[in-house]
């Protein structure tokens, strides 16, 4: 049985409506993946999360290796199980993670050495070792580890790491098939609280088999166009895959820059394979990612920026502590679906956060997850209506000419 599949319906332009199946369920496409680092989208519960229409939601594995553990969560049978997300599932590596510590980490050909950020404690992260975590977690789909550097990096630099990517996505690829054949290490045995119930890796045959899951790898090379196809060329020779991912954008480059290296790397991918980009999540670049075909998107941005009052709405970004907000009953946005916008007015919002209440970084962060969702549906109907191309130049001429921005 074939546990992942892709097909597309309908296409304008580059931009096409498809549905990726998974263990977990159909994501269809394209769509926002919010981003739950820690097994959870932060200030928001699983009920929240799944009331936006998210399908699936994305954790790092990173953060989950250093707490609580990828062995422990095993233990507690999975991701899933862990988490009460019952929908697909993706892990990213960490590769951002080890990037963003330049301080507490160096890179070599063998992986990274790094210190963790929560003790200092030393630890190692190889492409073998990388796998071997994603598998215990248990996600639909896990990243390779790549190397990523800053978007205005030197050619040399962005070459090196490009080239680096590439022999850790052969690397990672070996293990990943090594544990689905040879499945993977027992467990530890885990202590237990006096009347707590059984772990679920009592059954440590069963335990061991490797869930399904899918490896996606990642396509590097800066904002050099021959270094992009040169990845996209050298990851298409090393094998089949489910899917592939766009990463290294949106890291400190110009927007025309990350629109530009979609635009070399389109004509390269393939159309039966789903595309994810990585680490992008403002309502612009979605609808411009989608016109040059990109499936999938993932930001923390969403909810980083709700906590501290700014707001996505169709006419750019809106900060609620405005004082001209004191008295406006207006909802945030009137066509949200989110608690955020049906149930309050921006003189409640506003009133919440110069009060300090944890409420409105809440509702805040509710709201723009809500908002991506909703945009990547509005965007899926336009696809299948044939009204793609001018609903995307309407709506991004909308929101550029904000009066918020």
């Known amino acids: 049985m074939n546990d992942f599949s892709f097909r597309t319906s ?56 250093l707490r609580p553990g990828d062995m422990t969560i095993r233990a507690l049978g999975g991701l899933h199980a862990f988490t009460r997300w019952s929908g697909p599932m993706l892990t990213d590596s960490g590769g951002f993670q080890v990037f963003s510590l330049a301080k507490l980490r160096s890179v070599t050909e063998h992986g990274v ?9 030393l630890h190692e992260y190889t492409p073998e070792s990388v796998m071997r975590i994603e598998r215990n977690l248990g996600a639909d789909v896990i990243m390779q580890l790549d190397e990523l550097i800053a978007g205005q990096s030197e050619l040399s630099a962005s070459r090196a790491a490009m080239e680096r990517s590439l022999r850790w996505l052969a690397r990672c690829q070996t293990e990943f098939a090594r544990i689905s054949r040879d499945g993977r290490a027992p467990l530890p045995a885990f202590p237990l609280a006096e009347g707590a119930p059984p772990l679920a890796s009592h059954d440590a045959a069963r335990d061991q088999i490797a869930p399904a899951q899918a490896l996606f790898p990642i396509v590097q090379g800066g904002t050099d166009f021959d270094l992009r196809r040169a990845s996209v060329r050298g990851i298409l020779d090393t094998g089949d895959w489910r899917g592939i991912a766009i990463g290294g954008l949106s890291v400190g480059e110009s927007k025309q820059d990350m629109y530009a290296t979609l635009d070399a790397c389109a004509p390269e991918l393939p159309q039966t394979l789903p595309r994810y980009m990585m680490g992008v999540g403002f309502p612009d670049d979605l609808i411009e990612g989608v016109r040059r ?7 923390v941005a969403p909810t980083r920026m709700g906590r501290h009052g700014t707001a996505f709405t169709h006419d750019g970004t809106m900060q609620i502590r405005r004082s001209s907000f004191r008295t406006d009953q207006r909802p945030l946005v009137h066509d949200c679906i989110s608690a955020c916008c049906t149930r309050y007015d921006r003189a409640y919002l506003r009133h919440l956060f110069v009060s300090e209440e944890m409420l409105g970084p809440r509702l805040l962060a509710l709201h723009n997850v809500s908002f991506l969702v909703t945009l990547m549906r509005q965007a899926r109907t336009a696809l299948h209506n044939g009204t793609f191309t001018s609903w995307s130049a309407a709506w991004l001429d909308r929101y550029r000419a904000g009066q918020y921005v």
């Open 293 to 299: 075909g990109v499936d999938l998107f993932d930001c």
């Open 113 to 121: 050495e790094f210190r963790s950020h929560i003790d200092g404690s």
């Open 10 to 65: 309908h296409n304008d332009g580059l931009a096409r409506l498809g549905w990726f199946e998974t263990p977990h369920g159909v994501v269809q496409t394209p769509d926002f993946m919010p981003v739950g680092t820690h097994g959870i989208v932060r200030g928001l519960s699983v009920d929240e999360v799944e009331a936006t229409g998210a399908k699936m939601m994305l954790s790092n594995a990173y953060h989950l290796y």
